[in-house]
């Protein structure tokens, strides 16, 4: 037991230069010394600062005693105690080091020595740092970079560059800059050097067909930056569906332009039509010749309208059952009678000797057929022919239907079955086209299995061959 007071000062002197809040206890656990930083936060527990005379063991109470009391008698009987823990009063937002050891002398032991080191901040930065690595790896589709003002990285975390190969983990430590290297993009150095400044970031880039967002957010607290947060999003699904909304939105507006423009002129000219009927009834005939024409080309118009936004729709089911393709064909030749008529062109049918049967929708199936025998009369000049033969090889149900017209120029064959292309021309007669007709038909060979192909050279006529499988 310490005694003397010239041992007692050499202690004080010692314990003062120690950095960390210290104190040393005798065997009775009473204060033989400590410096100010331990002092200051004993006051700051319990309220006033321990004397020579306070005794551990006797003056305390609540955790200090149901925890520490312990802790400190084992110490004085030669077990050390070292952990991070909270403060001596429990309080939530302080931490410290704590190292508890025995203090000896001559093989005996004569007290013991605590030191506490304030490890509030680093602890804390510890949990945030493991509350931001968790929450970055739960972010779908993300990978999540903690870095200081420097663009070193601290933390990396996510698992999107991982379906790539590339574990992000591995950088910690490293550049940021030198990283995005990899993924060449333009100015990216100057960019990022624009974030330590306080500048915000957003630019796209792709990586093995897919695309990213990367954004970068300044942490500025007391208007000083601190730390940079960068994320890499994919926004590949976000593109297509943007893509794909920006697609619909021109057909709408396509749409709208032909309601306005290519059914309006019909119906006005239907209307005009029937006033004039009115003046003239000696040319009735005549009349109702154009408003059978105007009449048809409005609805030829409307049925295309409607066909594009029932076959369009993603739920969209065929009903289909078991039809005869040659008496399909029969049908879609007569529908078409009087544009051949008009032209005089011969439509000439070779059908398979006996009956040919599919699976499929008769009303759907007979507006295919339609739609390649219309084309094949809009786009022959007068007194030409127009052949469809039907044929059975291997199980597979062929119609070709091959028109001696104008054909198709190679520049157009590439995009013939989209919606709304220059593709959609006028015929050889100033039929108009409204550029829906063979994207119908491709939908419609598309939801019965089928397959269509063209060849085409321009003034020498097109063939337009569709299989099916037989159904028997």
Known sequence: MLTQTKEINLLQAMVDNQPEMTCLFDNQLRIICCNDAFKKEIKRV?????????????????????????????????????????SFNNTPDHFFDIDIQPLRYNESIMGVMVKAKDVTTRTQNENNLSAFRELAANLPNTDVFYCNQDLNIILASGMEMKKHGIDYTEYEGKNFAEIMQVFQIKNIDKRLSSCRVGDSLTT??????????????PIIPDQQIKNIVFLVRNVTDYKTINNKLE???????????????????????????????????DLTMDYLNLIEKSATTALSTINDLLDVSELGKENFILEKDIVEVNELIRTAIDSTHFFAKRKRISVIFVPTQTDVFIWGNADKLIRLFSNLISNAIKFSNTEQYVNITCEVIENMVLINIIDQGIG???????????????????????????????????????LHGGEISLESAVNKGTKVLVKFESAI
């Open 46 to 86: 319990l309220g006033f600062i321990p004397d020579e005379q306070f005794s551990f063991k006797q003056q305390i109470d609540g955790r200090l005693k149901t925890f520490w009391l312990p802790i400190v008698e084992r110490a004085s009987q030669g077990i050390p105690f070292q952990q991070t823990v909270k």
């Open 408 to 446: 198709i120029p190679a520049e157009y064959m590439n995009i013939i079955f989209n919606k709304f292309t220059k593709a959609g021309r006028v015929g050889t007669a100033g039929e108009k086209s409204l550029g829906l007709g063979m994207n119908i038909v491709k939908q419609i060979v598309q």
């Open 247 to 281: 697609k619909l939105n021109q057909e709408k507006d396509n749409i709208l332009g032909v309601v306005a423009h290519d059914l309006r002129n019909p119906i006005s000219a239907v209307l005009g039509l029937a006033e004039m009927m009115s003046q003239r009834p």
């Open 204 to 217: 796209e880039f792709s990586f093995n067909n897919n695309h990213y967002l990367l954004d970068c957010y």
